[in-house]
């Protein structure tokens, strides 16, 4: 066995007169800094500090509608262009970049309720077709002008629909396939159209084994593309099957979940194609699995009234709500509660939102007749970043990362001004909350037949299939 004996010089550690100073041992490297742990902690705050000290999201508003603006789509293949529906009837394309409007539409006689794009597979790749419908029981397609055209002299290339198709009742919303020329709309029931064809080829209402309800958000799955969710004013959200024969109802539908509340729109998550989000006027939002409607796979809370519209980012691992607590909120898909909340003193209503296709930009529509852009990171800086500057950035957001639990840091990260309405029904509904959960304790404490506890994920579903 080998042995190391230790050997102390005394002329190290030990003083020769008392005019001499302590000597102090110590290593010079940094991972070994004995105050390493406190001295990352006070630059996670002074970054936490910093974060909210540059948070400003708000770009810009675009003030040319005159009306509500009832429906927002992204262009699928251009970074730069999306387009608005409004009540009273009108289309309007714009340019993120510049911030214009390129082209106004008069498309409708009645409001738009819903519109998206043609992907570009199901055209021969042609990526500058979008869809229209309205209460005027229309669906229109538009042809828009190459991006690198001069729109000043292409205005009279969209002045007249490509197609148009006539039903027989008012629409609220449209979805189109991702590879076949079909797309479906939501009246009093769902309906699957072919564009060679100025009837419908299918229905899914009655006819399909549910009860029919007006159809109010409607939306095609990215993998399996022959299916579609729907969400009824029943409160019911049910999957549809196309490749389904029509007398075969049975196959038709592919499952369903009854809720307590009206969803009022439904989006797949493009990069996790089975699962989808609910927004309901509870003011929650429900993920789901599409393999286990009878179960939330989460449940994303904040808003405080109806949340009206939802859009994932092209990366799927974010999406943005609208509400009618006049709040905008983005949130991880994976978090319960939202990171960010963007409001405007004279933002009334948000009825539709949208992400940018770059994941840098919120789009948002409200009753007052503006769309406001926002950055989707509120202190993100706008415009060249040098790589010193970018480092530092890195740096920070890994300490914040880091010490994200730590109360210092939490409680500065997290700490937003809302409106003092969403403050007020914020602390009524907590009341009623507080209120209902004494009550159950009271009524499990005093029964003398055991109470079944419903966990928080399957309290919001009825009945599933």
């Not at 691992?317 to 509660?337: I, K, Q």
């Not at 840091?409 to 209902?436: D, W």
Request: one cysteine or more; charged letters at 25%.
């Amino acid at each position: 066995m080998k042995v190391k004996p230790l050997s102390r010089n005394t002329d190290e550690y030990v003083k020769q007169n008392k005019e001499d100073k302590d000597r102090v041992r110590r290593s010079i490297n940094p991972e070994v800094h004995p105050m390493q742990q406190a001295r990352e902690l006070q630059r996670a705050v002074n970054a936490a500090k910093m974060e909210r000290m540059f948070a400003k999201p708000f770009v810009a508003a675009l003030d040319d509608h005159t009306d509500a603006i009832s429906t927002l789509s992204k262009h699928p293949g251009s970074v730069q262009t999306f387009i608005s529906g409004c009540y009273d009837g009108q289309v309007k394309v714009w340019n993120l970049h510049d911030r214009v409007c390129t082209h106004t539409i008069d498309a409708h006689k009645h409001v738009v309720t819903g519109s998206c794009f043609i992907p570009a597979e199901v055209e021969a790749g042609v990526s500058n077709l979008f869809m229209t419908c309205s209460a005027d029981k229309t669906v229109k397609i538009w042809s828009l002008p190459n991006t690198g055209d001069e729109y000043t002299s292409s205005l009279s290339k969209i002045s007249e629909a490509r197609s148009i198709f006539t039903a027989d009742e008012g629409l609220r919303c449209i979805d189109h396939h991702f590879s076949k020329d079909m797309f479906v709309t939501g009246g009093s029931v769902a309906q699957l159209w072919d564009h060679a064809s100025d009837k419908p080829i299918s229905r899914y209402g009655a006819e399909s084994g549910i009860p029919a309800s007006p159809v109010l958000s409607i939306a095609f799955n990215q993998a399996e593309r022959d299916s579609f969710v729907c969400a009824t004013a029943d409160n019911r959200i049910t999957l549809f099957d196309t490749r389904a024969s029509y007398s075969d109802r049975a196959g038709k539908v592919v499952g369903f979940t009854q809720l307590q509340n009206v969803t009022n729109m439904v989006k797949w998550n493009p990069y996790q194609p089975n699962n989808f989000v609910a927004a309901c006027d509870d003011g929650n939002l429900y993920t789901y699995d599409r393999r286990m409607l009878g179960v939330h796979r989460n449940v994303h809370k904040g808003h405080v009234l109806s949340v009206m519209a939802v859009d994932f980012s092209p990366t799927g691992r974010e999406f943005v709500s609208a509400s009618y607590d006049n709040t905008v909120r983005l949130w991880d898909a994976d978090s319960g509660t939202s990171r960010d909340t963007y409001h405007g003193r004279r933002m009334n209503l948000v009825r539709a939102v949208c992400y940018s296709m770059d994941s840098k930009y919120v789009i948002s529509g409200s009753d007052d007749a503006n769309i406001r852009i926002w950055k989707a990171n509120a202190s993100a800086k706008v415009g060249p970043v040098k790589a010193r500057e970018r480092d530092a950035i890195k740096y920070r957001k890994a300490l914040t990362d880091k010490f994200k639990h730590v109360e210092e840091v939490s409680t500065i990260l997290n700490n937003r001004h809302l409106p003092k309405r969403v403050q007020a029904i914020r602390k009524q509904n907590a009341e009623i909350l507080t209120t209902r959960r004494r009550k159950e304790k009271n009524v499990r404490a005093n029964r003398k037949k055991e109470v079944e506890t419903v966990p928080e994920r399957k309290a919001h579903i009825r009945d599933s299939m």
